[in-house]
């Protein structure tokens, strides 16, 4: 099949999606169309799957089925469905379901290019450009011409598409939830060790009960709480919340997930107990609790720590060691957009901003001589986080030169060139002729380094000239004013 083959079959299926969940009818036919390569792929074909959806543990323990397939490792198991008509309503739901995807339903149902661009933000595909190459099927296709088709017949019903969403979506996984409320990843500053409990990355926010019917066992008010699970084979979890600011429970309290238990610090200590029957306690990883949690509640964040998936080795069913393929650059840049940012830099959505963004982890990777991985990632960790960079290594003759992103995205440069000290915010300009230095494939790093520094020590020499300018012309008019006095 062609596009207009594809489009021709499935196009009354996105739109009654459309009706039923409000998601823009053109995106998931460009979705369809990318994903299953216009209803050709071996997943299409055998499994009636177009919309590339793994199957999570909820979905197993619910009976469904499923094929083995190569994806990002060998034998995934995706969803398999009695007819494409399934697989187009479990795509709906499935993005109704994550709140991950919860910032594209605030959109309006025809705002195709949001909807894209805010899917390419949520992770729902691994690639780049994924939001511009949805927009370009639309766009060539004309499929927006059903986006108008939904609206309009829905407004002469007096109607709007989704508004009845809630009452079509499944009771599937509504009874976990994690911690924290994220869209994509919660951040880890200390994993579980020592401390027996790991420590995330809160700014004085609601912590959340991560499952049904828990009970509160402990509460020390403005400090700590803790819920205690019962398994049906007769073993407890308790579940601790430390360093919080405030709680929202009482001891005997009976919470459901996602229910607001309290309010977290700077950070949040974040432990997990298992009881048996016999009675002895046993401390374990919260992250095999989560990936736990994440699968029977089909929630797709990640727990993230220096750019690793903490959960990974015990969502595989071999205990496979963690595997992750993203660069120090690629952290930095899922850091810096995350809700964890400080500043949330919507990385992505502004043009200069995702410039000044790109260039900051670019010359963190070039100022990074650390040949160790797990170090590179922590000095990429703590660099997002602080939005600060020491470039002096590239610049040796300067005593001192540091990169900051303030709010807005705004890149400082903080200089001491050892005749003065002074900063600059740079302009577009200044950042374009650094990106395409950083962005040639063709130059080594070493060459790179020096291109750099001459164009930071250039910045530097009018910098200089222009404050010196900016003194002078304070003295001169100090001196005119006393003259006038005398």
Request: proline share 2%; hydrophobic share 35%; net charge negative.
């Amino acid at each position: 099949m062609n596009n207009k083959d594809y489009i021709t079959l499935y196009s009354t299926f996105a739109m009654e999606q459309m009706r039923r969940y409000g998601i823009p009818a053109s995106v998931t036919l460009a979705q369809g169309i990318l994903e299953s390569s216009n209803g050709e792929s071996t997943l299409a074909k055998k499994e009636n799957n177009h919309f590339g959806i793994k199957a999570t543990q909820g979905w197993l323990d619910g009976g469904g089925r499923y094929g083995l397939y190569t994806d990002d490792k060998p034998n995934e198991k995706f969803c398999s469905y009695d007819s494409v008509a399934d697989s187009y309503e479990h795509h709906s739901r499935f993005l109704a379901e994550n709140k991950r995807y919860a910032g594209c339903f605030k959109l309006q149902a025809d705002d195709y290019k949001g909807w894209a661009k805010g899917l390419e933000q949520a992770g729902y595909a691994t690639g780049g450009n994924y939001a511009a190459s949805l927009i370009g099927i639309i766009e060539r296709n004309g499929l927006d011409k059903y986006d108008r088709m939904v609206m309009e017949e829905m407004q002469a019903q007096g109607r709007t598409p989704g508004e009845d969403r809630e009452s079509h979506l499944t009771e599937e996984g509504k009874g976990y939830a994690f911690p924290l409320e994220r869209l994509e990843f919660l951040l880890v500053t200390a994993p579980f060790g020592g401390q027996r409990s790991i420590t995330l990355q809160t700014d004085h926010e609601a912590v959340l009960a991560t499952e049904d019917n828990g009970k509160v066992v402990a509460v020390d008010t403005g400090k700590s709480l803790t819920v205690e699970y019962a398994r049906t084979d007769g073993t407890t979890y308790q579940v601790s919340y430390q360093d919080l600011a405030n709680t929202n429970a009482k001891v005997g309290d009976t919470v459901n997930a996602g229910q607001q238990v309290g309010v977290s610090g700077d950070n949040l200590q974040f432990g997990v107990v298992q009881i048996s029957t016999d009675g002895s306690r046993r401390n374990i990883d919260p992250a095999a609790y989560l990936a736990d949690v994440a699968q029977k509640g089909n929630i797709n964040l990640q727990l993230m720590y220096e750019g690793k998936d903490l959960m990974e080795k015990y969502k595989a069913a071999d205990g496979a060691a963690i595997n992750t393929t993203l660069s120090p650059e690629e952290w930095m840049k899922k850091l810096l957009s995350s809700e964890d940012s400080g500043a949330r830099l919507g990385y992505g959505t502004d043009p200069v901003v995702e410039m000044a963004i790109t260039m900051f982890t670019s010359l963190m990777a070039l100022a990074m001589q650390i040949d160790n991985k797990d170090e590179q990632m922590k000095v990429a960790t703590e660099a997002a986080l602080g939005k600060r960079i020491d470039l002096s290594a590239l610049l040796p003759a300067c005593k001192e030169c540091v990169l900051e992103i303030q709010d807005g995205g705004r890149p400082i440069l903080h200089m001491d060139n050892g005749s003065g000290i002074f900063s600059h915010e740079l302009t577009a300009s200044e950042m374009n002729r650094l990106s395409l230095v950083l962005s040639d494939t063709g130059t080594t790093a070493e060459q790179k380094r020096i291109q750099v520094a001459a164009i930071v020590n250039s910045i530097a020499l009018s910098g200089q000239v222009a404050q010196n300018y900016e003194q002078g012309m304070e003295q001169h008019n100090g001196q005119g004013e006393n003259l006038q006095i005398r």
